[in-house]
């Protein structure tokens, strides 16, 4: 059983993710109908595209510390000397990565015409990757002090809503838009790396070149996990982009945006119970099963339940966006209201085989899940446009979690023959 002081932890982190997700949720009901109204769909679809390409770089720069560094930390909280060595260490990779992430940027604004000609609004976008590098969410996590989290999300989330409402007026103020976005990334990144060497006297020790090694081969299997996501899941706006326009991306990006919103209420309970699984897999392994499945089907419920809201509220909730009755976008949200229920549940499985020592699963789920995307998206987008996307979406994450069953199914029979 969970006892009275780690319920109260997992309470208090859920609660604090718990606010910033609202947040989340509750910015894009102000700012995306103030962007729609001020700059159209069709430069909206344009930013959502800068967006998504960025997205390649995050996870570049990432390259899975978000549940790797989160691990050690976990384990090694109370040794002072190891918790500078690993935040040292992911901090001097990340920053090597975001720099080569900026030179593809760059090589690739100069190769392709299409991204040429919006270039500084791809280099502005760039910024969220600075702020990403700068903002350890894995020292937090690990840690457990979510609250912390909250605090500087809600500080980069406010500045970036205020900036946004007072200087973007007319349609050249596109540039603003991700100029604000990643000077609040940048900003709450500053402030965290203060913060965490005032409260917890972490300090930057410069490491020799075999730990950097050790700590890269650490995140190998989550990076590729990551990046194949992220090639599924970004590139299919791109390619959408290619066999329409920028105005049905901008449809799609509106629906997804809702959809995001609400996955990621999923997502904070991976968030707030990874550190705490992470020790109780070391405790007790059958007991970490026990409650595996405990939190798996409460993820279920949960979702379910906010996924049948959406479905019968989807109208409602593009008019409020929109300002319009889009029957796009409606149609769309009806359709990705099954992607809520399973999106996520990938993360808990790759955060349990990463737990188990077995993250090479995390890696073939998401090869074997990728390819049937681009199957999917090859087959379906050319046939139905924007709508066959958001039924490949949907078919490829019911896709993963099969895979993701089958593989924690066959590690729990190999742990109780070991038993």
């Not at 992430?101 to 940027?105: A, C, D, E, K, T």
């Given at each position: 059983m969970i006892n009275k002081r780690e319920g109260k932890v997992l309470v208090s982190n859920f609660l604090a993710l718990g606010v910033v997700q609202g947040l989340n949720f509750l910015l894009p009901l102000l700012v995306v109908p103030y962007l729609l109204y001020?700059?159209?769909i069709e430069l909206f679809g344009l930013l959502a595209m800068a967006t998504a390409f960025s997205s390649y770089f995050l996870i570049l720069s990432d390259y899975g510390f978000n549940v790797t560094a989160t691990r050690e930390i976990s384990i090694y909280r109370e040794d002072s000397k190891k918790l500078n060595e690993i935040f040292s260490a992911v901090m001097i990779i990340k920053s090597l990565l975001m720099s080569l992430?900026?030179?593809?940027?760059l090589l690739s604004l100069w190769l392709f015409d299409s991204l040429g000609k919006d270039a500084l609004i791809y280099i502005l976008t760039f910024g969220m990757v600075i702020g990403e590098v700068l903002f350890p969410?894995?020292?937090f996590q690990g840690i457990e002090k979510m609250r912390y989290i909250a605090i500087l999300n809600i500080v980069a989330k406010l500045f970036f809503l205020l900036a946004i409402l007072l200087f973007v007026k007319i349609e050249d103020d596109i540039y603003l838009v991700p100029l604000f976005n990643s000077l609040g990334f940048i900003m709450v990144g500053l402030l965290s790396l203060f913060y965490i060497h005032k409260k917890f006297n972490i300090r930057f020790v410069w490491q020799p070149y075999r730990v950097l090694r050790q700590y890269i081969i650490m995140g190998w299997h989550i990076f590729l996990s990551k990046?194949?996501?992220?090639?599924?899941?970004s590139s299919n706006i791109f390619i959408l982009g290619l066999f329409t326009n920028h105005l049905m991306v901008g449809y799609y990006a509106v629906a997804y945006k809702v959809v995001s919103a609400l996955v990621s209420l999923g997502d904070i309970v991976n968030q707030v119970i990874f550190p705490y699984l992470s020790k109780k897999w070391i405790e007790n392994r059958e007991f970490y099963y026990k409650l595996f499945y405990k939190f798996l089907q409460g993820i279920i419920l949960t979702m379910f339940f906010i996924a049948i809201v959406l479905f019968f509220t989807a109208q409602d909730i593009v008019r409020l966006l929109v300002g319009e009755d889009s029957?796009?976008?409606?149609?769309?949200?009806?359709i990705m209201s099954l992607f809520i229920i399973i999106a996520p549940l990938g993360g808990l499985y790759s955060q349990s085989f990463v737990t188990q020592s077995r993250s090479f699963y995390v890696t073939k789920s998401t090869f074997w899940t990728l390819v049937v995307n681009l199957?999917?998206?090859?087959?379906?987008i050319p046939l139905y446009g924007v709508y066959g996307l958001a039924m490949a979406e949907v078919l490829v994450k019911i896709f993963h979690f099969y895979l993701n069953n089958l593989y924690f199914i066959r590690l729990r029979k190999v742990a109780r023959c070991v038993v």
């Open positions: 001020t700059l159209g992430g900026f030179s593809i940027l969410i894995w020292f990046l194949a996501v992220t090639l599924y899941s029957l796009i976008s409606v149609e769309l949200l009806q199957l999917l998206v090859a087959i379906l």
